[in-house]
């Protein structure tokens, strides 16, 4: 079972700053397994970046992912106040897919 | 425009079977490139992948929960559904059913990704 873990645990940040998530594998992942979701509090999760790098549809500009291997990142790059939730990675190289234990972007 | 609803009792007894439905309108769990799935999430903590099926009949289940799960569909119905067996306090959870999109191909690797999640049921196990 490829591990996903997520740092920092929680990120306290201002609108308008940029937020950088990290999520580093347990093995060597090939990029098109990897997404990350954006879960805020009584919702379920949405999908925000599949493919590693590859913006979901309706999903804005200011979302970014990156990495390769076992390291990849999320970056917002302003912050707007709808944005304050936790957000996870996960990965579909290995089954079972496991997520990350999320990081909590606050303010 | 999909929509995914689930459906169940909110309380199970321990030891007995949790039994939810997850309800797909809006399109048809037949279609191929789909994987109708369930994730769990206990409370304050991470996501868990249960498992999923597709083409109507074959699943796929996490193994640390294989022997008390089984997911299956009802095309007639448009729905899909999962039973969790002798389940205990650590079963309880917000249970999620989702879609899993077999996304574009490149190079033998496919993009593959949760892009439909219904909006969760809490289930409690209490006696």
């Known amino acids: 079972e490829i591990v996903l873990t997520q740092s920092p645990g929680t990120l306290s940040l201002s609108p308008g700053e940029r937020a950088t998530l990290f999520c580093r594998a347990s093995?060597?992942?090939?990029?098109?397994?990897l997404a990350w979701y954006q879960q805020k509090p009584g919702q379920a999760p949405r999908l925000l970046i599949y493919?590693?790098?590859s913006r979901a549809t309706g999903i804005p500009d200011r979302f970014s992912g990156s990495g390769s291997v076992t390291d990849f990142t999320l970056t917002i790059s302003r912050l707007e106040p709808e944005d304050f939730a936790v957000y996870y990675c996960?990965?579909?190289?290995?089954?079972?897919?496991?997520f990350g234990q999320g990081t909590k972007v606050e303010i | 425009q999909v929509q995914l609803q689930e459906s169940g009792p909110g309380l199970v007894k321990p030891s007995q079977t949790l039994s939810l439905t997850c309800i797909v309108s809006?399109?048809?769990?037949?279609?191929?490139?789909?994987?109708w799935s369930w994730i769990r999430q206990h409370p304050g903590k991470g996501l868990e992948f249960i498992g999923f099926?597709?083409?109507?009949?074959?699943?796929y289940y996490n193994p640390s929960l294989w022997s008390r799960v089984t997911i299956s569909a009802d095309t007639s119905k448009n729905q899909f559904s999962l039973k969790l067996r002798s389940v205990t306090v650590a079963d309880a959870a917000v249970y999620y059913c989702?879609?899993?999109?077999?996304?574009?191909?490149?190079?033998?690797?496919?993009?593959?990704?949760?892009?439909?999640w219904g909006r969760g049921t809490l289930v409690t196990v209490s006696s």
């Open positions: 989702a879609r899993e999109t077999l996304g574009s191909c490149s190079g033998g690797s496919c993009y593959r990704y949760f892009d439909l």
């Open positions: 809006g399109g048809s769990i037949s279609s191929g490139g789909y994987y």
């Open positions: 099926i597709y083409n109507s009949g074959t699943t």
């Open positions: 093995q060597s992942l090939n990029i098109f397994y």
């Open positions: 493919g590693a790098s």
């Open positions: 996960q990965q579909y190289g290995n089954s079972p897919w496991t």
